[in-house]
Nanobody, 128 residues
Framework: QVQLVESGGGLVQAGGSLRLSCAASGRTFSRYAMGWFRQAPGKEREFVAA????????TYADSVKGRFTISRDNAKNTVYLQMNSLKPEDTAVYYCAADLRPWRTVVTGTTLADFGSWGQGTQVTVSS
């Protein structure tokens, strides 16, 4: 099992930036793809971004493409989500999760069902 702890959320004005972090412990972090997801009040949890085990492959939801960047530092067992040009519709609780199987090379097409070991989430609120 892997334990995940998200941080970095907060309140920001539209157009601002935040950087989320997700620290992992337990299972060997560097073997697994990682994903970021979000859930707004009254809505289902949705995919935001994913990165493969090496950091060489990434994929993004259309709604965040060009504004968000996912990255990872395997030496620090941490995955990041840099969020720029934030919009009020980005307001949600953001979760990181680890891939259920190791050594996934291509993350394009991965869905929520491919991930487990969810963190507790961090709130991001974007004011207009």
């Amino acid at each position: 099992q892997v334990q995940l702890v998200e941080s970095g959320g907060g309140l920001v004005q539209a157009g601002g930036s935040l950087r989320l972090s997700c620290a992992a412990s337990g299972r060997t972090f560097s073997r697994y793809a990682m994903g970021w997801f979000r859930q707004a009040p009254g809505k289902e949890r949705e995919f935001v971004a994913a990165i493969n085990w090496s950091g060489g492959s990434t994929t993004y939801a259309d709604s965040v493409k060009g504004r968000f960047t996912i990255s990872r530092d395997n030496a620090k067992n941490t995955v990041y989500l840099q969020m720029n040009s934030l919009k009020p519709e980005d307001t949600a609780v953001y979760y990181c999760a680890a891939d259920l199987r190791p050594w996934r090379t291509v993350v394009t097409g991965t869905t929520l069902a491919d991930f487990g070991s969810w963190g507790q989430g961090t709130q991001v609120t974007v004011s207009s």
